[in-house]
């Protein structure tokens, strides 16, 4: 049942905004008519009462698909996109709540929300604290339709946010998703300093507008737009200016190989680049790379021997995947967190891309990113260590039988959380023994064990990130390498000995469920 304009009375009492307090002022952004209501009541409703409020509008039959979609747009309305991240995953992480909803059983789908929403309160409470950022509406004359991409590349490339907001704006009302899309894979992938957050915030957004609908797409893309413009063209953040990155080398190599918006590669590219096929030796050879080579020369060196058919664009993925979860492995924190992240957020725009040179692009960038990561990471207090992913630890061999599988999940839940070395070669371990037992459900298993601790025992909105990503991961690398990459795993997800998050716990009683 849809949220009517009069309201709902949840299970706390608390009326749902009336039509008349719900109507947006001038200088606020407006959103489409049927979810205005409820986006209201989720900004209005304090923090300690949201659990009984949202447990209200469930009974009363408000639609997962409307309470999904009101989350991610009290965000959008309500927190500052600049920087994006920090307080602003309330919105990164409203895809990831949704996947992981889609993987818990029955009577847990709903706990992912329940989390969201405390998770919104938290960052909109910060936000009124950092200036009370809200998302204005439109303003000034917006440029013609047949100019509108013009004016949104000219205002993207002088960083200019008031000229890209009325192009975006411009696009949305009179262009196609997938044509939009297609234009802002590249401008989420051009600039790595927030740490990777700006692939990723492209990728979230497109996967949760194909869920709760397109006709959210304005403010959303408006909000992404004011993110991919943080920073500007000079400053310089961990460790990077704009112009020092990779981005325009990749640009230029990119234009020289491939007609830029053509369907089809050129004919002096290989025509099977992208197709499935990779070898360990070459991996092997490209995460040396990444490990000794400067930025650029490993860009230009992926990118020449890609051009000669020397191996394809799996290859590539393989190493770039090996060489987020090494950098995790190496440093776990934040850093190490989203290394995996934006390689999955760039692999996912490779994958949904439709132009050639786009794809290549996104992949050039991927493999920049990690090696500046790597720079990066090396000046931060502790620095490196010396772990290297293709290599097992002396000392840290965990081998299950073939016959207690069960056992060998629960070594690495047990372990997570309590000694990362141990969990992390328990880890490698089941991926070995699915690999060698040809039992490939195995990691399926454990990726469905994982997301109902995360559903449980989340603090942070990177459990429901990292532990998204490290699994969409995991089916992304070829076969040979998935041990290495699950290795990485446990090192930010929870285990059966967490805590059950508060929320969560008054969420399950709220709906009769504890």
């Given at each position: 049942m849809a949220l009517g304009a009069s309201g709902l009375l949840g299970a706390t009492g608390l009326p749902a905004v009336a039509a008349d307090k719900s109507r947006v002022t001038a200088d606020l952004v407006r959103l489409d008519a049927g979810i205005e209501p409820l986006v209201r009541l989720l900004e209005r409703t304090p923090r300690t009462q949201c659990v009984g409020m949202l447990a209200g509008q469930v009974r009363q039959g408000v639609p997962y698909r409307q309470l999904l979609a009101a989350l991610f747009l009290a965000g959008i309305r309500n927190v500052n996109p600049q920087p994006p991240g920090y307080k602003f995953h309330c919105v990164f992480v409203i895809h990831a709540a949704h996947q992981l909803s889609l993987d818990l059983p029955a009577d847990q789908r709903l706990l992912p929300l329940f989390w969201a929403l405390d998770n919104f309160k938290v960052s909109q409470a910060k936000d009124i604290e950092e200036g009370d950022f809200n998302l204005a509406a439109v303003r000034g004359r917006l440029p013609a339709p047949e100019k509108a991409w013009d004016e949104f590349r000219a205002a993207m490339a002088d960083w200019d946010e008031q000229r890209a907001d009325r192009a975006i704006v411009a696009l949305v009302r009179s262009r196609g998703a997938h044509e939009i899309i297609e234009g802002?894979?590249?401008?989420?992938?051009?600039?790595?300093?927030?740490?990777?957050?700006?692939?990723?915030?492209?990728?979230?957004?497109?996967?949760?507008?194909?869920?709760?609908?397109?006709?959210?797409?304005?403010?959303?893309?408006?909000?992404?737009?004011?993110?991919?413009?943080?920073?500007?063209?000079?400053?310089?953040?961990?460790?990077?200016?704009?112009?020092?990155?990779?981005?325009?080398?990749?640009?230029?190599?990119?234009?020289?190989?491939?007609?830029?918006?053509?369907?089809?590669?050129?004919?002096?590219?290989?025509?099977?680049?992208?197709?499935?096929?990779?070898?360990?030796?070459?991996?092997?050879?490209?995460?040396?790379?990444?490990?000794?080579?400067?930025?650029?020369?490993?860009?230009?060196?992926?990118?020449?021997?890609?051009?000669?058919?020397?191996?394809?664009?799996?290859?590539?993925?393989?190493?770039?995947?090996?060489?987020?979860?090494?950098?995790?492995?190496?440093?776990?924190?934040?850093?190490?967190?989203?290394?995996?992240?934006?390689?999955?957020?760039?692999?996912?725009?490779?994958?949904?891309?439709?132009?050639?040179?786009?794809?290549?692009?996104?992949?050039?960038?991927?493999?920049?990113?990690?090696?500046?990561?790597?720079?990066?990471?090396?000046?931060?207090?502790?620095?490196?260590?010396?772990?290297?992913?293709?290599?097992?630890?002396?000392?840290?061999?965990?081998?299950?039988?073939?016959?207690?599988?069960?056992?060998?999940?629960?070594?690495?839940?047990?372990?997570?959380?309590?000694?990362?070395?141990?969990?992390?070669?328990?880890?490698?371990?089941?991926?070995?023994?699915?690999?060698?037992?040809?039992?490939?459900?195995?990691?399926?298993?454990?990726?469905?064990?994982?997301?109902?601790?995360?559903?449980?025992?989340?603090?942070?909105?990177?459990?429901?990130?990292?532990?998204?990503?490290?699994?969409?991961?995991?089916?992304r690398v070829s076969p040979a390498f998935r041990p290495h990459v699950l290795a990485a795993a446990p090192y930010f997800l929870r285990g059966r000995k967490d805590p059950d998050t508060p929320v969560v716990t008054r969420a399950l009683d709220a709906l009769g469920a504890g």
């Amino acid at each position: 049942m849809a949220l009517g304009a009069s309201g709902l009375l949840g299970a706390t009492g608390l009326p749902a905004v009336a039509a008349d307090k719900s109507r947006v002022t001038a200088d606020l952004v407006r959103l489409d008519a049927g979810i205005e209501p409820l986006v209201r009541l989720l900004e209005r409703t304090p923090r300690t009462q949201c659990v009984g409020m949202l447990a209200g509008q469930v009974r009363q039959g408000v639609p997962y698909r409307q309470l999904l979609a009101a989350l991610f747009l009290a965000g959008i309305r309500n927190v500052n996109p600049q920087p994006p991240g920090y307080k602003f995953h309330c919105v990164f992480v409203i895809h990831a709540a949704h996947q992981l909803s889609l993987d818990l059983p029955a009577d847990q789908r709903l706990l992912p929300l329940f989390w969201a929403l405390d998770n919104f309160k938290v960052s909109q409470a910060k936000d009124i604290e950092e200036g009370d950022f809200n998302l204005a509406a439109v303003r000034g004359r917006l440029p013609a339709p047949e100019k509108a991409w013009d004016e949104f590349r000219a205002a993207m490339a002088d960083w200019d946010e008031q000229r890209a907001d009325r192009a975006i704006v411009a696009l949305v009302r009179s262009r196609g998703a997938h044509e939009i899309i297609e234009g802002l894979w590249e401008y989420g992938a051009r600039d790595y300093r927030n740490i990777g957050h700006k692939p990723i915030f492209v990728a979230n957004t497109w996967r949760t507008l194909q869920t709760i609908g397109w006709q959210h797409a304005e403010p959303a893309l408006r909000s992404l737009v004011l993110g991919l413009l943080d920073y500007g063209k000079a400053e310089r953040v961990n460790k990077f200016a704009f112009t020092d990155q990779v981005f325009l080398g990749n640009r230029r190599f990119v234009d020289a190989v491939m007609p830029p918006g053509s369907q089809r590669s050129s004919s002096r590219w290989p025509a099977n680049w992208s197709r499935p096929g990779s070898q360990v030796s070459r991996v092997s050879g490209l995460v040396e790379a990444m490990r000794s080579l400067d930025p650029h020369a490993c860009c230009r060196l992926v990118g020449e021997r890609l051009g000669k058919g020397e191996f394809r664009a799996q290859a590539a993925w393989d190493a770039v995947h090996l060489m987020a979860g090494e950098l995790m492995i190496r440093q776990p924190g934040i850093y190490g967190i989203h290394t995996v992240t934006s390689a999955n957020a760039l692999h996912t725009a490779y994958q949904l891309a439709a132009l050639p040179a786009t794809r290549l692009l996104l992949l050039l960038q991927a493999v920049g990113w990690m090696v500046q990561f790597r720079e990066f990471m090396a000046t931060t207090r502790g620095g490196l260590n010396k772990s290297d992913i293709l290599v097992r630890p002396p000392g840290r061999q965990v081998k299950p039988r073939p016959d207690d599988s069960r056992s060998a999940i629960e070594a690495v839940l047990g372990a997570i959380g309590q000694d990362a070395g141990t969990a992390a070669a328990a880890a490698r371990g089941l991926g070995e023994l699915a690999a060698a037992s040809k039992q490939p459900a195995l990691l399926g298993d454990f990726a469905s064990a994982v997301r109902q601790l995360i559903a449980r025992k989340a603090t942070d909105a990177h459990h429901y990130k990292y532990g998204m990503a490290i699994f969409e991961n995991l089916d992304r690398v070829s076969p040979a390498f998935r041990p290495h990459v699950l290795a990485a795993a446990p090192y930010f997800l929870r285990g059966r000995k967490d805590p059950d998050t508060p929320v969560v716990t008054r969420a399950l009683d709220a709906l009769g469920a504890g």
